[in-house]
Structures are given as structure tokens and as C-alpha cells.
């Protein structure tokens, strides 16, 4: 059973180097890996699945990975649900495990915190707050791959 999991370990190391070689030689990727909650492996795995020409809108990315909530409403009476969980499940849970780290350590003056995060924290749960951040970074992450933009930071929070 140990060597089995030794063997496992070295698999592991050796997808983590290869992953790391491909992010230094992928601009997208580079350029994916400074929006605050998408790191190496989660730019590098967009960078290397996603075609944003493929999507009309940030808006439809995000419906496509599943990040958006289902609709219950009725009379004039905005109900929203659970997020629809449709597409991809690796990239939305790349997506939402990087904005569960950036809500963990926001608060007022740090790097990553934005103003909308802060006051978004203030209405609704740390994980309601998490998908909405990896809602919004899905669409950021479209503009970025279909425009070829950098990312540009919003205003910190004072």
C-alpha cells in the first residue's frame, strides 16, 4: 500500500512540473494567472481548454461552466436558486476553490478585496460570496482570452 502511494506521490510531482513548464510558456496563461484567485494550474487549465470565440458574452462562459444560479421566478418576484452545476466541473471547481481563497482572506485594506467583494460579504454568506467572485472571474477570464487584454485591477477598497 505504501508504494503505491510513493508512486502516486511522484506521478503527482512530475504533472506538477509539466503543468508549471506549460504555464511559463503560455502568455494566456501568464497573463490568466493575475486575476486574484486563478493560479498557475487553474490558468494554464483554461488557458488550455477554453476557446473564447466559442462564447457571445462573458455571460454564457460563465452559464457554461455552471456558475450561474437557476431562475425561480414569478409576479414580478426575482427568486434565485442554486447554481445550475451544467459544464465543465473541473474549471467551475478551479474557479470557485480560488475565490473561496481570496473571500478567506478578505477585509478591508488587502490586496485582493475589492469594494464590491466587501460589500458583497456584508449581504451574503462567505460561499454565496465565493461563487459570485468565480462567476465574475469567469467573465473577467472571457474578456481577457477573447480581447487579449491584460487584467486590470479594480480600486482597493479603503
Do not use: C
Not at 454568506?125 to 474578456?143: C, D, G, S, T
Not at 480581447?147 to 480600486?155: D, K, L, T
Request: aromatic share 4%.
Amino acid at each position: 500500500m505504501g508504494a503505491h502511494i510513493e508512486v502516486l506521490g511522484q506521478r503527482v510531482a512530475a504533472l506538477d512540473g509539466e503543468l508549471a513548464a506549460l504555464h511559463k510558456t503560455n502568455t494566456v496563461s501568464q497573463l490568466l494567472a493575475k486575476i486574484p484567485g486563478v493560479g498557475p494550474i487553474g490558468a494554464i487549465t483554461m488557458a488550455l481548454t477554453v476557446d473564447a470565440g466559442n462564447f457571445e458574452s462573458g455571460r454564457h462562459f460563465a452559464a457554461w461552466l455552471g456558475l450561474t444560479p437557476k431562475e425561480h421566478s414569478t409576479g414580478g418576484k426575482q427568486r434565485m436558486g442554486k447554481i445550475s452545476k451544467a459544464g465543465n466541473e473541473r474549471l467551475r471547481q478551479l474557479l470557485v476553490v480560488g475565490a473561496t481563497s481570496v473571500v478567506r482572506f478578505a477585509k478591508p485594506g488587502s490586496k485582493s478585496a475589492s469594494a464590491w467583494l466587501l460589500q458583497l460579504l456584508q449581504r451574503k454568506p462567505r460561499k454565496v460570496a465565493a461563487v459570485a467572485l468565480a462567476n465574475k472571474n469567469a467573465r473577467i477570464i472571457w474578456a481577457m482570452m477573447s480581447r487579449g487584454e491584460a487584467y486590470r485591477r479594480q480600486p482597493i477598497a479603503a
